[in-house]
């Protein structure tokens, strides 16, 4: 079964940190996308920060200059560096992952999918 799972969230005081991973698993080939979004309460989901397989990277204007996005293809995970957190950063954060996988039937055969995981809640208050 391919997945994803967050980690990394919590509750911080307005101006610190958080670091949030995301780990896939599963019959893997390739991770050839990776992003975070997030979700606040009555708002829709939005797109944070993605990351290509090239380390192309992309940034919501409002998380600019304070997010930093990577990934590690090594071990098939990607990483949400968050610094200078705002109240208005607090949302449930989650992993999207463009994928290749790989099964083999007699044949190996490849599909695209993309994954999400379950969420993180990121709590910015003081």
């Known amino acids: 079964q391919v997945q994803v799972v967050e980690s990394g969230g919590g509750l911080v005081q307005p101006g610190g940190s958080l670091r949030l991973a995301c780990a896939a698993s599963?019959?893997?080939?390739?991770?050839?996308?990776m992003g975070w979004y997030r979700q606040a309460p009555g708002k829709q989901r939005e797109l944070v920060a993605g990351?290509?397989?090239?380390?192309?990277?992309n940034y919501a204007d409002s998380v600019k200059g304070r997010f930093t996005i990577s990934r590690d293809n090594a071990k098939k995970s990607g990483y949400l560096q968050m610094n200078s957190l705002k109240p208005e950063d607090t949302a449930v954060y989650y992993c999207?992952?463009?994928?290749?996988?790989?099964?083999?039937?007699?044949?190996?055969?490849?599909?695209?999918?993309?994954?999400w995981g379950q969420g993180t809640l990121v709590t910015v208050s003081s």
């Open positions: 999207n992952a463009g994928l290749t996988i790989v099964e083999f039937s007699g044949t190996y055969n490849w599909t695209d999918l993309e994954v």
């Open positions: 599963g019959n893997i080939f390739s991770i050839n996308t």
């Open positions: 990351i290509t397989s090239g380390g192309r990277t």
